[in-house]
């Protein structure tokens, strides 16, 4: 397998197409009970779910990848999953030689407390898909009835991962994403500030509140921290000298004002490498 990547790589990487990131489904979704958990699903007390993979699948999986000079991106939406791809990093972290790792563990719908702070001590970047994180009907319904509590308040712990030192990154997931699908950043950088849907500044907020992000830190998701994990910070997610002009200008401040109206920004005009591809 690797040397299958490795080829791929020598053959068709470029500028534009980069070959230098694994993706590893992990596991699969808690709406369907193939999330792979620690403790039993709440409402399926029989069952944890489950991976493609054994434990030591895992190890050597990861730790193959990461020597041949390869980042992975991991799938987890369930904690165990989470939880062994850490350790499956941390192994692979002390098996190989030194480098610049820019691992990714993506979803995390929920992870354990002691995992949290794993993200910030080897260098993982926790991606999640911000728009997932608002109190809709699915989450509500589905979320809270597969984790019961206390698992269920616990969910999509964004601010912990800043707060203990790590990076986070944003994704849609889009389309495959739940109640709540878009590709739209201005709408998941709100769902990311406020957790509650979209046009409903009464609605409920996902638990725990105090998760909500700061516009700053949710922009910051979404460029640089974006742009962090693709090996990409070098060129793109913010306006510096030396790096490509990629960037959108808004036609108001987002960084003031409703944070509920963030998704009404208006963009003027959008450039690509220095050139205006849009303009109102």
């Known amino acids: 397998m690797v040397e299958t990547l490795t080829d ?11 070959v230098d990131t694994v993706k590893i489904i992990g596991d699969g979704s808690q709406g369907g009970y193939t999330a792979w958990l620690i403790e039993p699903y709440a409402d399926m007390p029989d069952s944890t779910g489950g991976s493609p993979f054994t434990e030591d699948q895992w190890h050597q999986l990861v730790g193959m990848v990461d020597a041949a000079g390869f980042d992975v991106h991991i799938h987890a939406c369930g904690e165990r ?8 990093i941390e192994k692979a972290i002390a098996a190989n030689p030194a480098r610049d790792r820019r691992n990714t563990i993506a979803h995390l719908v929920y992870v354990e407390d002691s995992d949290n702070p794993r993200f910030a001590k080897l260098g993982v970047i926790a991606q999640f898909s911000a728009n997932w994180s608002s109190a809709d009907p699915d989450t509500l319904q589905n979320m809270v009835a597969r984790y019961g509590e206390p698992r269920a308040s616990r969910m999509y712990r964004t601010k912990t991962v800043l707060k203990q030192g790590g990076r986070v990154s944003f994704g849609t997931d889009w389309p495959a ?10 709408k998941s950088i709100q769902v990311g500030v406020t957790r509650q849907l979209i046009g409903l500044k009464d609605a409920p907020v996902l638990s725990p509140s105090d998760e909500r992000l700061t516009v700053e830190e949710a922009i910051h998701a979404n460029t640089l921290g974006a742009a962090y994990q693709l090996r990409m910070d070098h060129q793109l997610g913010s306006i510096e ?23 009404k920004a208006k963009v003027d005009m959008a450039m690509m490498n220095g050139t205006i591809r849009h303009k109102a």
């Open 8 to 18: 791929i790589r020598k053959r068709i990487g470029s500028e534009l197409v980069k």
């Open 81 to 88: 999953t989470a939880r062994v791809a850490l350790d499956s």
């Open 177 to 186: 994403a739940g109640y709540f699908s878009t590709y739209e950043p201005l």
């Open 241 to 263: 000298v030396g790096k490509l002009a990629d960037l959108i200008i808004l036609d108001r401040n987002i960084l003031e004002g409703d944070p509920h109206d963030i998704h």
